[in-house]
């Protein structure tokens, strides 16, 4: 089982950025998948979730701005960043079924 994140970078206040996160190995469109993010000198947080019927939960810090939705057929699952701001700069995991987790991708927001 293989989880790979993409599509983290730099980014200006105010933009936009894409991040993937796509599973090989098993069949995940019945399970639920979530992103998590890591600030230096903070904690995990979780970010956003979404079922496999597509129901979808978001921290407050991002709700409104972020949107994160999946692909079954491609094994794949996206968050769409919009009007990122500093604070969201942090590394960003794909988590599914609460029990895999991708590497992680850096997401640099500068204002």
């Known amino acids: 089982v293989q989880l790979v994140e993409s599509g983290g970078g730099l980014v200006q206040a105010g933009g936009s950025l894409r991040l993937s996160c796509a599973a090989s190995?098993?069949?995940?469109?019945?399970?639920?998948m979530a992103w998590y993010r890591q600030a230096p000198g903070k904690q995990r947080e979780l970010v956003a979730t979404?079922?496999?019927?597509?129901?979808?939960t978001y921290a407050d810090s991002v709700k409104g701005r972020f949107t994160i939705s999946r692909d079954n057929a491609k094994n794949t699952m996206y968050l769409q960043m919009n009007s990122p701001k500093s604070d969201d700069t942090a590394v960003y995991y794909c988590?599914?079924?609460?029990?895999?987790w991708g590497q992680g991708t850096q997401v640099t927001v500068s204002s």
């Open positions: 988590n599914v079924a609460m029990a895999y």
């Open positions: 979404i079922t496999r019927t597509g129901s979808t």
């Open positions: 190995g098993r069949d995940f469109s019945l399970n639920s």
